[in-house]
């Protein structure tokens, strides 16, 4: 009896990280385009929406172009308290 739980487990186990796998890959994040401010918080576009930027080497770049208007393309993540954060892909200085 003891064997057939565990294999019961790992069966479980095996079906729910297949589950999660896929569902990563059916939906995968789409990139968007926007175009605002640097400041301090991160990018404010002009409808006031304000996108922290994440820390990556790309990211790093646009938040030393404070006070520049900037178009970037990147992945919008939600955290779950309502703040947006963006992974840039790519940018451009607007004029």
Do not use: W
Request: one cysteine or more; charged letters at 25%.
């Amino acid at each position: 009896m003891r064997q057939n739980e565990h294999f019961i487990r790992a069966a479980l186990f095996v079906f729910v990280c297949a589950v999660l796998f896929s569902a990563q890959v059916a939906f995968p994040a789409e990139e968007v385009t926007i175009v605002g401010m640097v400041t301090e918080q991160g990018i404010v576009t002009y409808d006031g929406q304000v996108y922290a930027v994440v820390e990556n080497n790309i990211g790093k770049e646009v938040m030393r172009l404070i006070n520049r208007r900037v178009e970037v393309i990147g992945e919008i993540i939600e955290r779950g308290d309502g703040e947006k954060l963006i992974e840039i892909t790519n940018y451009g200085i607007s004029e």
